[in-house]
T-cell receptor, first 112, second 111 residues
Framework: NAGVMQNPRHLVRRRGQEARLRCSPM?????VYWYRQLPEEGLKFMVY????????ESGMPKERFSAEFPKEGPSILRIQQVVRGDSAAYFC??????????FGAGTRLSVL | QKEVEQNSGPLSVPEGAIASLNCTYS??????FFWYRQYSGKSPELIMF????GDKEDGRFTAQLNKASQYVSLLIRDSQPSDSATYLC???????????FGKGNQVVVIP
């Protein structure tokens, strides 16, 4: 009974490159959420998706960040032209019916 | 005003004692309340959720909710060294599926 799967666990990018973070929800879950945790800060909501739909992207930065959850395959959080301030832990969570959220192991992004 | 506040600094408790953590929230429309445990460098792990006023017990953990005071707490009985972690309070407002998190409280259980 696999949990929320995120990959890669660690990602190193140089400034200006693109970062792609992947998340597969728990079996039977159709709601996916992305959160960011900056060093010494709390978890901040970024975006909430269901299959093929972005439900709430109120926490996403206006530029360079995008997310999708296609009909087939994992959810993708994409960061274009990364900057040092994007260095953080990015967590994906999933839920069955939009309530209790279970978290994946996270992707630690380091921007050089 | 922050959506979810956890103001206490690091909490040190002797092994076997009770650890008490508090959390306040600003949105009166909030419906669901969660406590997550996060070990250093790891992901948040759900340990308790509560929806109704009063107490909810699960093993050594008790969550307490008071919607009138906009207050939720977590008690850890018989604290063990393995309980040493950061505890995150999270709130989910009705009709809005995003979780708002507090900054967390670090608990250190001293053997």
């Amino acid at each position: 009974n696999a949990g929320v799967m995120q990959n890669p666990r660690h990602l190193v990018r140089r400034r200006g490159q693109e970062a792609r973070l992947r998340c597969s929800p728990m079996k039977g879950h159709s709601h996916v959420y992305w959160y960011r945790q900056l060093p010494e800060e709390g978890l901040k909501f970024m975006v909430y998706l269901q299959k093929e739909n972005i439900i709430d992207e109120s926490g996403m930065p206006k530029e360079r960040f995008s997310a999708e959850f296609p009909k087939e395959g994992p959810s993708i959080l994409r960061i274009q032209q990364v900057v040092r301030g994007d260095s953080a832990a990015y967590f994906c969570a999933s839920s069955r019916a939009g309530d209790i959220q279970y978290f994946g192991a996270g992707t630690r992004l380091s921007v050089l | 005003q922050k959506e979810v506040e956890q103001n206490s600094g690091p909490l040190s408790v002797p092994e076997g004692a009770i650890a008490s953590l508090n959390c306040t929230y600003s949105d009166r429309g909030s419906q669901s309340f969660f406590w997550y445990r996060q070990y250093s460098g790891k992901s948040p792990e759900l340990i308790m959720f509560i929806y109704s006023n009063g107490d909810k017990e699960d093993g050594r953990f008790t969550a307490q909710l008071n919607k009138a005071s906009q207050y939720v707490s977590l008690l850890i009985r018989d604290s063990q060294p393995s309980d040493s972690a950061t505890y995150l309070c999270a709130v989910n407002t009705y009709g809005n599926n995003r979780l708002a998190f507090g900054k967390g409280n670090q608990v250190v259980v001293i053997p």
